[in-house]
């Protein structure tokens, strides 16, 4: 089993930034084997992907809608992985979740992801 806690959600003004972090954690968890995504599901909207980062941080993928704004990284020494957001924009309020994959390969889709965190809210205002 592998658990997943996201922090530093919050609220903040358009074109403000804010940074989540996603720390892992279970006796399983070698984040030398998991590829690490970041999800966010707007009220009445379905989940939808944010960025992903391979094992060793050295492969990442985002979405066109978060492209140049957002950035993921992680620390594996910290079992942490990042998603520092800037130039946040109203449409980007959401729950955050963070989720893991045992996998070698940079996925995007929810359905691919084993473990998932609670979620941290992120709300942006106008």
């Known amino acids: 089993q592998v658990q997943l806690v996201e922090t530093g959600g919050g609220l903040v003004q358009a074109g403000g930034s804010l940074r989540l972090s996603c720390a892992a954690s279970?006796?399983?968890?070698?984040?030398?084997?998991?590829?690490m995504g970041w999800f966010r599901q707007a009220p009445g909207k379905e989940r939808e992907f944010v960025a992903a980062i391979s094992w060793s941080g050295g492969s990442t993928l985002s979405s066109d809608s978060v492209k140049g704004r957002f950035t993921i990284s992680r620390d594996n020494a910290k079992n942490t992985v990042y998603l520092q957001m800037n130039s946040l924009k109203p449409e980007d309020t959401a729950v955050y979740y963070c989720?893991?994959?045992?996998?070698?390969?940079?996925?995007?889709?929810?359905?691919?992801?084993?473990?998932w965190g609670q979620g941290t809210q992120v709300t942006v205002s106008s």
């Open positions: 989720a893991t994959k045992h996998t070698t390969l940079v996925v995007t889709t929810t359905s691919e992801y084993d473990y």
């Open positions: 279970g006796r399983t968890f070698n984040p030398y084997a998991y590829t």
